[in-house]
C-alpha cells in the first residue's frame, strides 16, 4: 500500500474508532468552519464599514480579536471534548434508540432541525440559570460590545455537559450524520443576529431569533436580563415564558454582571468555574457545597457571603474595559492575531490527518500565541470609558 493510501485508511480507521467527528458529504465539520470564515470575516468588515459610515461603530479592536480568538480556541478544543460528546450521542442512538429514522427523508431533516432548536433553547436557558452551565456559556456574553465578532466568541468547555440535552434526539432515532447537520446549521445562523446595526424586523421578530430579539439576550438591564433564549426560532421564548422584546426607550447595556476585565483567554474560560470553586470549598454545609452548582448564577451560600463579600450591580456603575494602548502595539497585536487565525485554520483543515498528540501540541502553541495577542491588548490595564 503506498504512503499517501495507507494515510487515507489510518484516517478512516481512526474515525470509524470514534476518534473523530462523521464527514457531511466528504467534508469534516472542522472544514466546514474553515470554509465559512471568510464569509464570518467579510461580514465583519461590512458591518465595521457600515457603523463607522453611520457614525455609530460597535467595534473596539482588542475587543473583537479577543473575541474571534476564543471562538478559534473554541474549535480547537471542540477537537477534542466533541469526540466525547458525539461518542455519547453515538451510543446511544446504536443501542437506546426507539426507532433509527431514515436519513433521505426531508420530514425528518426539518423535523430534526426544530427538535435541535428546541433542545438548544433548554440547554441555552439551563446555561443561565444554572451556575454548572453558565460557567461555561460566560465566555459567549463576556463582551461589552454587540457585534458580529461576538457571535464567534464561545465556550471550549461547553461539549462537557451540553450533550445531555440532545439524548432526546437519539434515542427518538434521529441519526448521528443529521443530529450533526442541523446542529451546524442552527449554529451558523445564530452569526447574523449579532449586530446593532439591523433594527427591528416587523413579523420576522415574532417568529425567529432576530438582531432585536437577541440583543435584548445579552443585555444586562434589570428588564432584559435573561430574556430569549431561542436559536433560531423565538416561539420557545413566547411558550414558555422568557420573551421580552427591546424597547428603544431603554438602550442594552452588554457583558456581564460580573465583568471580566480581561483579555486572556484562559481567565475567560475558567474564571467562573474558579469563582464557584472557591466558594464550594469555604461553603461549611455539605449541603451547599453542592447547591453553589446547581444554583442559578450569583447565588452563594450565607456564610459565603459573609466572608467574601462582593458589591452588588449598578448598571450605573458600567464602565467598558479598554486599556490604553499605543499604536504600535494595536498593530503588533493585529499581525500576531492574524498568523494565528492563518494557522487555526490549517490546523483545523488538516486535523483528520493528525494523532491527538499532534493536535495537543498544535492546539497548546496556539494558545500561547492567543494568551499573548491578549496581555498585548491589556496595555496597562486600565480602564478607559464609560458605558453609554
Known sequence: MSAPAAKAEA??????????????????????????????????????????????????????????????????????????????????????????????????????????DLCYYWLHRAGHRVGIFWAAHVVHHQSEEYNLSTALRQTSSGALLGWIFYLPMAVIGVSPLVFGTV??????????????????????????????????????????????????????????????????????????????????????????YAALTHDAVHARSWWDKLRIWLKPPGWRPVDVAERFPKPPFRIEQVVRYDPPTSRGTQWLALALFVVLLGAVCWLLWHAHEWSMPELLGGTTLILAGLWMVGRLGEGRRAPAVAAA
Open 183 to 272: 446542529a451546524l446549521i442552527d449554529l451558523l445562523y445564530q452569526f447574523w443576529v449579532h449586530t446593532q446595526q439591523v433594527g427591528k424586523l416587523g413579523w420576522f421578530d415574532r417568529w425567529f431569533c432576530s438582531p432585536s430579539n437577541h440583543r435584548v439576550h445579552h443585555a444586562v438591564n434589570d428588564r432584559y436580563l435573561d430574556r430569549n433564549y431561542g436559536g433560531i426560532l423565538i416561539i420557545w421564548d413566547r411558550l414558555f415564558g422568557t420573551f421580552h422584546e427591546e424597547d428603544d426607550e431603554e438602550p442594552c447595556i452588554y457583558g456581564t454582571r460580573a465583568p471580566l476585565r480581561s483579555f486572556n483567554p484562559l481567565r475567560a474560560n475558567l474564571e467562573v
Open 11 to 116: 484516517t478512516l480507521d481512526r474515525q470509524r474508532a470514534g476518534r473523530l467527528p462523521q464527514y457531511i458529504d466528504g467534508v469534516t465539520p472542522a472544514q466546514i468552519i474553515v470554509l465559512a470564515t471568510p464569509v464570518f470575516l467579510a461580514a465583519i468588515a461590512l458591518e465595521l464599514a457600515v457603523g463607522l459610515v453611520r457614525g455609530r461603530n460597535t467595534y473596539r479592536l482588542h475587543d473583537a480579536i479577543s473575541s474571534i480568538g476564543l471562538g478559534m480556541l473554541s474549535q480547537l478544543v471542540g477537537l477534542f471534548t466533541k469526540v466525547l460528546a458525539i461518542g455519547i450521542y453515538a451510543a446511544v442512538y446504536e443501542h437506546v434508540s426507539l426507532f433509527q429514522l431514515p436519513t433521505d427523508s426531508v420530514a425528518v431533516w426539518i423535523g430534526a432541525l426544530l427538535l435541535y
